[in-house]
Each structure stands twice: as C-alpha cells, then as structure tokens.
Nanobody
C-alpha cells in the first residue's frame, strides 16, 4: 500500500521561511516524478514545483520561482520544498504527489518522465500540510 505523508507546515510571518518534507512508502520512490501542489480555500489546486526521478531536473510555477527550491533524497524516499520570502498569497494546503503518467521518453529500457505540474499526471497523493503566512 502506497503512503505519502507531508510534514513541516505551520504559521509564519511574511518574509519568513519553511521547509516541507514528504515521505513516500510502498512504491519505488526513485522511479517517480515528484511534485508539490497547493490549494487555497475557494481556489483550484495548482502545481507549485516538480522534480524528475533522479533530482537533476526541476520545474517551478512562475509564482514561486526564485523563492522555492524542490529537492529529493532517493536514499530516504523523501521529497523537500524549501520556501523562502513567503507571502500571504502562499497560504494554502500543500500536497505532495508521486506520478509516472504524462509525457515521457524511453532510452534503452529506462523511462524518463518529463516535467509536469498537471495533477492528472500524479496518481499518489498525501493528505496535505497547512501553510499559513501572516501579513
């Protein structure tokens, strides 16, 4: 059974920092594209950032580029999101997701997943961790 568990959310002042963590079990972690998504009350879920299987390629939404950093440690089955210069508009529930859907290419016997911030390309989701940024 696949489990995805986020942690690290909390209340922070504008300009502050938080580090989110996500641990996934029950799957071959290194074979999955990993992503962070967020959803604010009354708004649709939006993609924040994603990282490829090896961790060598990352992608960010324009709203967080330059402020957030995604990384992964495949030896620990853990995904991270370092968030700096937080703004009130970053307030949301943050979700971690793992996926092997969407655009990809193969080389030899290996499948390489291309970046994606489409929720449809992710099949395993955590329950979320709340991030609140006060003004």
């Amino acid at each position: 059974q696949v489990q995805v568990v986020e942690s690290g959310g909390g209340l922070v002042q504008t300009g502050g920092s938080l580090r989110l963590s996500c641990t996934a079990s029950g799957l071959n972690f290194g074979a999955y594209r990993m992503g962070w998504f967020r959803q604010a009350p009354g708004k649709e879920r939006e993609g924040v950032s994603c990282i490829n299987q090896s961790g060598g390629s990352t992608y960010y939404a324009a709203s967080v580029k330059g402020r957030f950093t995604i990384s992964r440690d495949n030896t620990k089955n853990t995904l991270y999101l370092e968030m700096n210069s937080l703004k009130p508009e970053d307030t949301a529930m943050y979700y971690c997701a793992a996926g092997r859907r969407g655009k990809h290419f193969t080389y030899g016997e290996r499948l390489y997943l291309l970046p994606s911030l489409s929720p449809d390309d992710f099949q395993f989701w955590g329950q979320g961790t709340q991030v609140t940024v006060s003004s």
